[in-house]
DNA sequence: CATCAATAGTTGACTTGTCAAGTAATATCG
DNA sequence: CGATATTACTTGACAAGTCAACTATTGATG
């Protein structure tokens, strides 16, 4: 039988988890969420949202050549109707240019504005710190362990 | 110098991570995004989302004493206005009662109805076979890695 | 070459999550 | 006991994510 586990705790639950399955499943949920609302806390204060700074990183990763719409929503695993509002709401913040391809007329080629690419440069420091907070708990080995579960998931999951 | 990661080919990146820390909280949010649609996507045919579930799942487990509506967004880590919504519409569906409480009167008490039972009880299956689905690639020892580390992570950031 | 299918994106409607500000009821303190 | 603070929500406004349905191109086929 195994004890009371912190999530069990967390969740102000009496019962144990009905299987590890469960517990896993739950804490993989959680654990990204309070990952996330750090990141978030951190951009919070720059203007941007953590899925626009992630449009933008995504954008400045494309360089001077630009990248049409779907592929921005390849990159974030996201569907096309929420990258293009995206698009529009950083267009409208002077964040990223957007110009109708002229070889294939039907795409539409995204950049980072110059503004942009300074705004990830002041947050690359603060992203890294973020990133380092999360992770604190685990040396080097954890990390490597967690990085090789997570890689396992996802390939059953078909990613 | 590590082998190209298999997060790396998923992102369509050329340049390794910069750190395990980054590697792991990208691996961590995309895994858990994945998870959630799954389960998303195993609940659709039911008429019911992913957040509803849970606050169903929370009554449920309240029984007949019932759950003030801060106490549901507690056990959810939502703040307050989404879960005003929530069972708003939960209660729209028929699957929520909701009264306010005779001792405090700020209070409003939530239930779970009979039907919501009966839909919860259907679901316990399904939810099952996805959780498992989910951690299929992972032997015991790893699951049980897992909710290690990901407890330690929460830990660190004062869950 | 005309038609028809596939691709790239946009728009509308709806659920969720977030913050800020407001209301109603209870608790606290001078 | 009465002003004030705190608690428990609720409402409004907006960002985001989802699906279904629509437009505009481009490609593929007879």
Same mark, same amino acid.
């Given at each position: 039988?195994?004890?009371?586990?912190?999530?069990?705790?967390?969740?102000?639950?009496?019962?144990?988890?009905?299987?590890?399955?469960?517990?896993?499943?739950?804490?993989?949920?959680?654990?990204?969420?309070?990952?996330?609302?750090?990141?978030?806390?951190?951009?919070?204060?720059?203007?941007?949202?953590?899925?626009?700074?992630?449009?933008?990183?995504?954008?400045?990763?494309?360089?001077?050549?630009?990248?049409?719409?779907?592929?921005? +929503?390849?990159?974030?695993?996201?569907?096309?109707?929420?990258?293009? $509002? @995206? !698009? &529009? =709401?950083?267009? /409208?913040?002077?964040?990223?240019?957007?110009?109708?391809?002229?070889?294939?007329?039907?795409?539409?080629?995204?950049?980072?504005?110059?503004?942009?690419?300074?705004?990830?440069?002041?947050?690359?420091?603060?992203?890294?710190?973020?990133?380092?907070?999360?992770? +604190?708990?685990?040396?080097?080995?954890?990390?490597?362990?967690?990085? $090789? @579960? !997570? &890689? =396992?998931?996802? /390939?059953?999951?078909?990613?």
């Amino acid at each position: 039988m195994p004890e009371s586990s912190r999530l069990q705790r967390e969740l102000h639950q009496r019962k144990p988890f009905r299987s590890l399955a469960h517990e896993a499943t739950v804490g993989l949920a959680r654990t990204a969420d309070l990952s996330r609302r750090r990141f978030e806390a951190m951009l919070d204060p720059h203007g941007i949202t953590a899925s626009q700074y992630n449009v933008l990183r995504i954008l400045r990763g494309a360089g001077q050549a630009g990248l049409p719409t779907l592929d921005v +929503a390849d990159r974030l695993v996201e569907r096309a109707p929420g990258i293009t $509002r @995206l !698009l &529009d =709401r950083l267009e /409208a913040k002077g964040l990223v240019r957007r110009e109708r391809c002229g070889e294939d007329r039907r795409k539409v080629l995204c950049w980072a504005t110059p503004r942009a690419l300074r705004l990830l440069e002041a947050l690359d420091a603060p992203v890294d710190a973020t990133e380092a907070e999360v992770m +604190a708990p685990l040396p080097d080995a954890d990390r490597r362990e967690l990085i $090789r @579960l !997570l &890689d =396992r998931i996802r /390939a059953g999951l078909g990613a």
